[in-house]
């Protein structure tokens, strides 16, 4: 019923940002929150960051906070994460996810963007 697309991954040198957006499409009426997350080689994929569609609240964990910037521009249906002032330890494939029709929990996931960061 809705389809989630990254993009704006690649390669940056530590320090530098990224803007990573998050279209989605079909039925993006009945979504509640967007979030994003993120897996890196070996490990958990774990929560970045999350907005509510309606009212835009704001949700990271604490390892972004004040470096990501998590926003949405409802008329597009897009989100986005600017990504500032990046290490090397955000490197990771960043997920887009959005929960549906109240579902409880994210139940639309997109394929995945990579982003690396050089020492």
């Known amino acids: 019923q809705v389809r989630l697309v990254e993009s704006g991954g690649g390669l940056v040198q530590a320090g530098g940002s990224l803007r990573l957006s998050c279209a989605a499409s079909g039925f993006t009426f009945s979504i509640t929150t967007m979030g994003w997350f993120r897996q890196a080689p070996g490990q958990e994929r774990e929560f970045v960051a999350a907005i509510s569609w309606s009212a835009g609240t704001t949700n990271y964990v604490d390892s972004v906070k004040g470096r990501f910037t998590i926003s949405r521009d409802n008329a597009k249906n897009t989100m986005y994460l600017q990504m500032n002032s990046l290490k090397p330890e955000d490197t990771a494939i960043y997920y887009c996810?959005?929960?549906?029709?109240?579902?409880?929990?994210?139940?639309?996931w997109g394929q995945g963007t990579q982003v690396t960061v050089s020492s």
């Open positions: 996810a959005a929960e549906w029709r109240r579902a409880g929990g994210y139940n639309y």
